[in-house]
């Protein structure tokens, strides 16, 4: 028996779920599960069939990953499936997602690829797709790739492949130094770091290379933490979502301030020499009053996600600006701004977008324009946000919900959905919820905003047990 035929034996134990592959940032599983060789052989495939049709021809796809173990069987599995196509692989190695996306755009590439699972555990991993502009594939898209691949998942094997031109694979890390030059041309000409002592967290990811050159090259000192690429301690107890060590280090180092990557460095979270967390709203706030000073923010319209928080929606106002909430997920801020001519989004979580400099959300950039801001502005970032606004007390729960069928299926839970009517009528205009289904980890978030803490606290416990009665067991 061949190895693509004991493969195929193995899948038929290994279904498929019944439920969408594709959530609001690719695809995301525990890595060996529905994420493994033979699934990625299949997926590299059938996506390579779908871009080849897109472009209307043969060409080239960039491949990018972060540090986790898996990510090599990954990414060669995908290759071998895009080279089976016809199509050629330029294999990035080691790299941020945006890395992808700029390299994707800037070349004759019909398509991008990064293996990464982001901000989550090191166990778990992910694919993601762009189109030839590096940006992510249109869900049409992608929902042809997961038709063909479920209509022929059990019965695909390798050795029927018949093709008369076999694609090439190369190995091109070189490309990366590209990159990094975009990075350095996006910020002011004179932007010099001189003088500023950054902490840097690398999370043990995609961005160990990447950040602390640019940032050097600039003139800043640079304190790195985690900054080796390891798969096993990736997103570990630092990165953008576990703050303390950072924290830690800007006080020891008496830095300026500091900022965290999460595993793929598409996002970041700053924080100030007095180790509060200068998250995605402050850096729009930021960003977004710079450019309307500058007269480059259309409409004076920031784009954000209905997890921005109401202390920046109000402070913005407050300035003569205005702002539009999309779903949470950076494709959805993408796609409010290119329907509405906004050139500045984000996330609260620090996936921010600007159109002048790219079209993918960019922990990096983000980072290096507002370093280059406080630089400019002559005072620390502390002093920006005292200056700045006040932030109302929020809280964010995650209930972990395995079934994947009641995870999509949430809304259908009337005691869940009485539950919150309840909350919020007892609220009113003093606070506001956000119950959803995480579209990358298998977990149900709570989020409770209000004008006091002991009411955050109170709904969100209140809405967290009802969560965990109906939806958990």
């Known amino acids: 028996m061949s190895i693509s035929s004991q ?19 690719g695809i995301r599983s525990k890595a060996g599960e529905l994420l493994n060789a033979n699934f990625a052989l299949q997926l590299g495939y059938w996506a390579g069939k779908v871009l080849q049709e897109t472009a209307d021809g043969l060409g080239a796809i960039v491949i990018g990953q972060d540090s986790r173990n898996s990510s090599d069987m990954l990414g060669m599995a995908i290759a071998a499936g895009l080279t089976a196509t016809g199509l ?22 019909i398509g991008g690829i990064m293996i990464s699972a982001s901000h989550n555990p090191p166990e778990d991993n992910g694919i993601k797709f762009f189109g030839s502009d590096g940006i992510k594939l249109a869900d049409e898209l992608n929902q042809e790739i997961e038709r063909r691949l479920r209509a022929n998942y059990d019965d695909f094997s390798i050795d029927r492949v018949s093709n ?51 940032f050097q090259a600039l003139g800043a000192e640079v304190i790195p933490l985690h ?23 800007i006080k020891e180092h008496k830095a300026d301030l500091g900022f965290a990557f999460d595993g ?27 450019l309307k000073q500058q007269g480059q923010l259309p409409n004076d319209l920031i784009i954000a996600t209905v997890m921005a928080n109401l202390g920046f929606e109000r402070a913005w106002s407050k300035l003569g600006g205005k702002l539009t909430r999309t779903k949470v997920g950076d494709r959805h801020v993408q796609a409010e701004m290119f329907r509405s001519g906004a050139m500045l989004g984000g996330e609260q979580s620090g996936h921010i977008l600007c159109h002048y400099h790219g079209v993918s959300g960019d922990g990096i950039q983000t980072a290096l324009h507002l370093a280059s ?12 946000v005292d200056g700045s606004f006040q932030t109302y007390p929020q809280l964010l729960k995650n209930v972990l919900v395995e079934d994947r069928e009641k995870r999509s299926k949430w809304q259908q839970c009337e005691p869940v959905k009485n539950a919150i009517a309840n909350a919020q009528k007892a609220m009113g205009n003093d606070g506001r919820i956000l119950v959803r289904a995480s579209g990358t980890e298998p977990v149900i978030r709570v989020m409770v905003e209000a004008v006091s803490q002991d009411l955050v606290s109170l709904w969100t416990n209140k809405l967290v047990h009802v969560v965990e009665q109906n939806l958990a067991v």
């Not at 050629?88 to 590439?109: F, I, K, Q, R």
């Open 7 to 25: 493969l195929l034996s193995r899948s038929k134990t290994n279904s498929l779920p019944k439920t969408p592959l594709f959530g609001t940032d």
């Open 88 to 109: 050629e692989v330029w294999h990035l190695g080691l790299c941020p997602t945006p890395c992808v996306a700029s390299v994707t755009s800037t070349s004759d590439a």
């Open 164 to 214: 008369n031109h076999w694609g090439k694979h190369y190995h091109r890390p070189y490309l990366v130094n590209d990159y990094e030059e975009v990075l350095k041309q996006s910020l002011p000409s004179n932007t010099n770091f001189q003088g500023m002592r950054i902490v840097l967290d690398l999370a043990w990811g995609a961005s160990v290379s990447v950040a602390p050159e640019v």
């Open 227 to 249: 900054n080796q690429p390891n798969g096993d301690r990736i997103n570990v107890n630092c990165g953008s979502t576990h703050l303390g060590k950072l924290r830690q280090a």
């Open 264 to 290: 793929d460095a598409d996002r970041v979270m700053g924080i100030d020499c007095q180790g509060r967390v200068v998250d995605g709203d402050y850096i729009l706030y930021f960003w977004g009053n710079k």
């Open 373 to 384: 801001l406080v630089k400019q502005s002559g005072v620390s970032l502390t002093e920006l």
